[in-house]
């Protein structure tokens, strides 16, 4: 038989257990001793509060711990304040970075988070992809590369969610771009080789969209100006599977000479690439650019330090972030871009190894 003393209960789990749940809105107003409604106004709309109680208001957020449920706050007002983005590498080093940083600081001061995830090179995945993030209903959609799914750009444009497509260029985007062309790209630099005396071209190219379009215009320029190298002229390049990495550029060029010997100018389609094919000529005793025109594409900043400094192609990915963000602002509040497609451009800068 259990004894328990008069007047004494035995303990139970519920009485033991905190309370379940967060902190609410409704503990916050109680702490600042003002209605629910008033501290939902002093958090969402400031301007209709004294600066004394939305002080008091604050003050009893921060000793509470108490975080608004956004998720609440956009089912009432049709907005999530949040922002897609998908880039094809989140990998250190890379260009796509630069438009994040410069993108996400402009969003996040207009009061939006992003949501940064990796969209990789596959463009066969973008209809599993962007349906997952359509069903999410961001305020806006922001995508590195073109869409080329017609099913993935229906589903997109029937959304009525602002979409910016960046890095590339077209005349028929969903909704906005922002971007340059790689196709011309390809073309001046083998415009650029040519004024350089260069006569036997070559080009070490990816097996995805952007870098096949630069390959494209190269190609295209240098079969024109009759310069163009036995790859060249097959219609065919040295490929490799992105993304791009050191060791591609040294056997690229490896390929390049064994099938071409008389190659005097190559294009790789990144500057690690061309890094890469910069150490095999030296390896192999060519001279750079006496005996070969190595050109890349970035601008990484590297480039300039290495030895010959290489020339290469930079693109401003600051400038696209931050074109790219108040596009999308203006759109989320109704207004209407004088510019729905915006040309970035490119610069060539010219160096030591070409």
Request: aromatic content about 4%.
């Amino acid at each position: 038989m259990t004894n328990t003393r008069k007047g004494s209960e035995p303990s139970s789990p519920a009485k033991r257990t905190r309370r379940s749940g967060g902190v609410t809105l409704t503990d916050v107003a109680r702490q600042a001793g003002v209605s629910v409604m008033t501290a939902s106004r002093a958090l969402n709309q400031p301007d209709r509060v004294s600066e004394v109680t939305r002080k008091q208001v604050l003050d009893a957020v921060a000793a509470s711990g108490y975080v608004p449920n956004l998720h609440a706050a956009g089912l009432r007002s049709q907005r999530t304040r949040m922002i897609a983005l998908m880039v094809p590498s989140i990998a250190s080093g890379s260009a796509f970075l630069l438009a994040v940083h410069a993108m996400t600081e402009i969003l996040v001061e207009a009061g939006y988070q992003v949501m940064l995830s990796e969209r990789g090179y596959d463009r066969s995945r973008d209809e599993i992809v962007l349906e997952s993030v359509i069903a999410r209903r961001p305020d806006g959609i922001v995508l590195t590369g073109l869409t080329q799914s017609p099913l993935a750009r229906r589903r997109l444009a029937a959304s009525g969610i602002p979409v910016v497509e960046t890095w590339e260029m077209t005349d028929d985007p969903i909704d906005m771009l922002v971007g340059f062309s790689h196709y011309e790209v390809g073309r001046a630099i083998a415009r650029y080789l040519y004024e350089q005396g260069r006569r036997c071209l070559a080009s070490i190219a990816a097996t995805e969209a952007r870098t096949a379009a630069r390959f494209q215009g190269f190609a295209d320029e240098a079969l024109h100006l009759g310069i163009a190298g036995r790859h060249l002229r097959e219609g065919t390049s040295l490929l490799m599977s992105p993304p791009s990495q050191l060791g591609h550029g040294r056997a690229g060029l490896a390929r390049a000479l064994e099938g071409d010997p008389d190659v005097d100018g190559i294009f790789s389609s990144s500057d690690m690439v061309a890094l890469g094919t910069l150490m095999e000529a030296q390896l192999r005793g060519l001279r750079v650019p006496e005996d070969l025109a190595i050109v890349g594409f970035g601008d990484f900043d590297f480039a300039c330090n290495v030895t010959p400094a290489l020339t290469t192609v930079r693109v401003d990915p600051e400038d696209i972030g931050r074109r790219t963000a108040s596009l999308l602002i203006d759109r989320i509040q109704g207004k209407r871009p004088a510019q729905p497609i915006q040309d970035v451009g490119f610069t060539l800068i010219k160096r030591e190894s070409a």
